[in-house]
């Protein structure tokens, strides 16, 4: 009778290392995948140093596109500039069924949709707010989001930015009694006093502080174009928009008809070349042109998200490049699971207070 020959112990860890990159390659596709907070786009609701889950589970899990990578890898392999990634083949947008569909002012984990040198699961991962859903109507005024004649969620924690004059220098110390971190303050230039980045609490007690002088809000006036907002139109954005007065603004959704007039052919021409699917689509003389035809109607075939920064005037989001599609979200923040500040040392790095704190 013949006995089972035994594995060796170089095979053994072998195979012990193919499950357990298996197992991960799973949980990490079907239900949960680890992302850190590298900006200060989300301050204070998320901090710079975050940990966190993201859970494919709830939008439901987005079948891979791109099918031929290396395991556990985004972009690139490991430590590398070689691309860990083939996209000889590329599978159609799918995803299961989930939990839920995207609400209103959900934190949400999405690929970057500007990225056009990668295929679309494979862009970089942003993490904003959903501000606004299909079929709402968008504007900020004065600095204040109004969404459906309404004004919009202000998170608790949502920061914006001030200049803070004061009468004498001032140093970490001083700002860290007030919860304000090295990267949220900075000095200026002439010496007489700093732009901070606060929530309003921190500021209504800072004014309070024998040495400040004044404190006054930064909101870029009505009428000032910005340049790079959305739609971007020759060198400034369409209508004197900027990040603190814009809009009106409607978000697309599946199965919306719009009319392609001169204004909404520069509100969505771009929206529909890059991810509508395509294959020729051109802007003459203020018409929208699909495949060589007019287009006076346009009936979107996905669904778009509006995202912004908690960290308002200091956001690179979706007033500078455009609306998200549904096919470029990947899930949404669930939970902390770890925080380090940045600007501390041994055990004082760890924020405690924030081990397992659900995102809202």
Do not use: C
Request: no cysteine; proline share 5%.
């Amino acid at each position: 009778m013949s006995t089972k020959k035994k594995k060796s112990a170089t095979r053994e860890w072998i195979d012990a290392l193919v499950f357990a990159v298996v197992a991960a390659s799973l949980i990490r596709w079907l239900f949960l995948e680890p992302f850190t907070i590298p900006t200060a786009s989300m301050e204070k609701s998320l901090l710079v140093g975050d940990f966190l889950f993201v859970s494919k589970m709830h939008y439901g899990t987005r079948v891979p596109k791109t099918i031929l990578q290396v395991p556990l890898t985004h972009q690139k392999v490991w430590g590398t500039d070689i691309p860990s990634y083939s996209d000889a083949i590329q599978l159609p947008y799918m995803r299961l069924p989930g939990f839920s569909d995207i609400e209103r002012n959900d934190v949400v984990v999405f690929n970057y949709p500007v990225e056009f040198q990668y295929p679309n699961d494979l862009k970089t991962n942003y993490i904003k707010r959903a501000v606004a859903v299909p079929g709402d109507v968008l504007e900020i005024r004065e600095g204040e989001l109004i969404i459906n004649d309404e004004p919009g969620l202000v998170p608790e924690e949502m920061q914006y930015s001030y200049d803070v004059v004061t009468n004498r220098s001032l140093n970490n110390d001083f700002f860290k009694d007030y919860g304000i971190d090295q990267g949220s303050y900075m000095a200026f230039s002439n010496g007489a006093g700093y732009l901070v980045w606060a929530t309003d609490q921190v500021i209504n007690r800072l004014k309070s502080s024998p040495v400040v002088v004044s404190v006054t809000k930064r909101v870029m006036p009505a009428g000032n174009s910005e340049k790079g907002i959305y739609p971007e139109v020759g060198e400034y954005g369409w209508n004197d928009w900027n990040r603190d007065n814009y809009g009106p603004l409607m978000i697309p959704g599946e199965g919306m008809s719009i009319e392609m007039n001169e204004e909404n052919v520069i509100k969505y021409s771009f929206t529909i070349e890059k991810y509508e699917g395509h294959d020729q689509v051109e802007v003459r003389d203020g018409a929208l042109f699909i495949d060589g035809q007019q287009v006076d109607n346009y009936t979107f075939k996905q669904n778009y998200y509006f995202m912004m920064g908690d960290n308002r005037h200091d956001s690179l989001d979706s007033r500078y490049w455009g609306f998200v599609p549904e096919d470029h979200v990947v899930g949404k923040a669930w939970f902390l699971w770890l925080s380090l500040d940045q600007y501390e040392s041994m055990f004082n790095k760890i924020r405690w207070s924030r081990f397992f704190k659900g995102i809202e």
